[in-house]
């Protein structure tokens, strides 16, 4: 992990932004105290992806409530 000031953080943006798209993370102090971290999105959550399947399996299995047939008028009121 890296650690910048504020003032460095910056000036050197865009070359911190190429650091942390390349998988390091930076730590940015404010008067040598740290008030945010920069680091890389993770693309994939395996956790996220698992609950979405089970959403989606479980609304296949789910009986439709409501009527079939609407229009899009019916949406907004008149």
């Given at each position: 992990?890296?650690?910048v000031s504020a003032a460095t953080a910056n000036r050197r943006f865009s070359s911190l932004l190429r650091?942390?798209?390349s998988g390091e993370v930076v730590t940015v102090?404010?008067?040598g105290k740290p008030v945010a971290t920069?680091?890389?999105v993770r693309r994939?959550?395996?956790?996220?992806a698992?609950?979405?399947?089970?959403?989606?399996?479980?609304?296949?299995?789910?009986?439709?409530t409501g009527s079939?047939?609407?229009?899009?008028?019916a949406?907004?009121?008149g």
């Open positions: 992990m890296k650690t650091e942390v798209s102090l404010s008067r920069m680091a890389p994939t959550n395996p956790g996220r698992a609950a979405r399947r089970a959403l989606l399996e479980r609304l296949e299995r789910q009986a439709a079939d047939e609407w229009v899009r008028e949406l907004y009121d």
